[in-house]
């Protein structure tokens, strides 16, 4: 703030110029008075202009100290307000101990300052931290204004351009080849080439508002490789199930064709070898079969048709489903009445499996509660059971991975894969204090 305006001129400030004049004109009679006075009182011209200069000179001086000592408080008022204009917060008003008017708007003056000053310094290190972490995190940042011009970008973003975030404000978006349309109607990872690298991209748009303007910000965050990790390690994990599921059927395979063999090699085949080679052939079919049942389930895997939704009534559907297992001492609870668009034969076909999952893991004579409720815009089917719960839960969802005596483990995969093609999830969690499990279908509304 320059000097004309921190300080201030008293004679114009709160009309103390008119104010004084006032003062001293509404006092003339009196003086008119005294000087009457003086003048028939025969006094000298010495005594008469020495008395009225004894009366009226503290007379001035007492008015003027007065209307300084009232107006300087305003003084500091005005100074304060016009800094906060120039957006400095640094003027204190002093105070002093009266309680008066002036002394409580100073105070609070002072207070507005202190906080203003506070903000602004919070507000600095926020932006410097906000600048910190933008040009460290590994995420394009760039923010558009009202005309599609770029506003603010972070180093990561400048890189992809080889360009310095210097040159590439002011760009709008089709000199960066960002189609903003495209960015926000797709799915949220999308292959982006930038002129630096090409990849597949997690997208997050959001508008905002500033001083009253709107704005649009892109969040760029790069997944390829990410993908790519999750993608050899599923392959890893494949890999070793159908390894371990093919030595399990070839083991026996190459035992009982080596026992064959060597019957074979004999030179005389012993009493009874037809019902060991029939057996053995039995062996080799079985194992076969298992190898073919193998491959057929990560078909079906593969080959999961997409939803064909339509409205259902979800209560009618229950009671459906629960109405068979009936005897076998499965229960509905309170189920929610509502429709909702879902391929129903799909999602009949996980009910059916979680609820024969919960029939065969139940070890108690408690029922098994089927139940539905309405969960912020979600709907949740839950099936209680009381069985022993999951003994390994980093492995339920691996196909091939089963605890039960027949299976093939590929069930609870199948029925994941539907219910997240419906746009929700699956989840099954052990009791927290009783025996048991739940399995969770979570849907959006």
Not at 56 to 78: D, H, K, M
Not at 156 to 163: H, I, P, W
Not at 302 to 315: H, L, R, S, T, Y
Not at 349 to 360: G, S, T
Request: with cysteine.
């Amino acid at each position: 703030m320059n000097n004309k305006t921190t300080n201030l001129n008293l004679w114009q400030l709160a009309g103390f110029k008119r104010s004084w004049l006032l003062a001293l004109f509404s006092s003339l009679p009196a003086f008119i008075a005294l000087g009457t006075l003086l003048y028939a009182g025969n006094y000298d011209m010495l005594e008469s202009t020495t008395i009225f200069a004894l009366v009226f000179f503290p007379w001035l001086l007492i008015i003027t100290a007065y209307y300084f000592s009232a107006l300087r408080p305003w003084q500091s008022v005005a100074s304060i307000l016009m800094s906060f204009r120039e957006q400095d917060y640094s003027l204190r008003a002093k105070v002093t101990d009266k309680d008066d008017v002036i002394n409580i708007v100073l105070n609070e003056l002072n207070f507005i300052s202190e906080q203003l000053n506070t903000n602004r310094l919070n507000a600095a290190q926020a932006e410097k931290l906000l600048a910190r972490v933008l040009s460290e995190v590994d995420v394009a940042v760039l923010a558009f204004d009202q005309h599609d011009q770029l506003v603010v970008c972070n180093r990561y973003a400048a890189n992809l351009y080889n360009k310095s975030i210097k040159q590439l404000i002011g760009c709008d978006q089709n000199t960066l080849q960002l189609n903003f349309a495209k960015l926000t109607a797709h799915a949220s990872s999308q292959e982006i080439a930038f002129p630096r690298k090409k990849s597949r991209w997690l997208v997050k748009h959001s508008s905002y508002r500033q001083q009253g303007l709107p704005y649009q910000l892109i969040l760029l965050a790069d997944i390829g490789n990410n993908l790519r990790e999750e993608e050899l390690e599923a392959w890893r994990k494949l890999i070793r199930i159908l390894s371990h599921e093919i030595n399990n059927a070839l083991t026996p395979l190459k035992t009982t064709v080596g026992s064959m063999n060597r019957t074979l090699a004999k030179p005389e085949l012993y009493d009874g070898w037809q019902n060991d080679f029939s057996e053995g052939l039995d062996i080799i079919d079985n194992r076969i079969n298992n190898l073919n049942r193998l491959v057929n389930s990560y078909t079906q895997l593969a080959k999961q048709p997409e939803p064909i939704k339509q409205a259902v009534d979800i209560q009618a559907l229950l009671q459906r489903i629960c109405a068979i297992y009936q005897t076998q001492g499965v229960e509905l609870i309170s189920p929610t009445n509502i429709q909702l668009n879902i391929d129903e034969c799909q999602i009949e076909q996980v009910l059916v499996n979680l609820i024969k999952n919960a029939i065969e893991a139940n070890v108690s004579n408690q029922p098994i509660v089927v139940s539905a409720n309405e969960e912020l815009n979600k709907l949740s089917i839950q099936v209680d059971d009381h069985g022993i719960g999951i003994e390994n839960p980093n492995n339920i969802f691996v196909p091939y991975f089963t605890t039960k005596s027949s299976g093939n483990g590929i069930g609870l995969v199948l029925s994941r894969q539907i219910v997240e093609a419906h746009g929700g999830s699956l989840t099954l969690e052990n009791h927290q204090n009783t025996s048991g499990c739940r399995a969770k279908i979570t849907l959006p509304i």
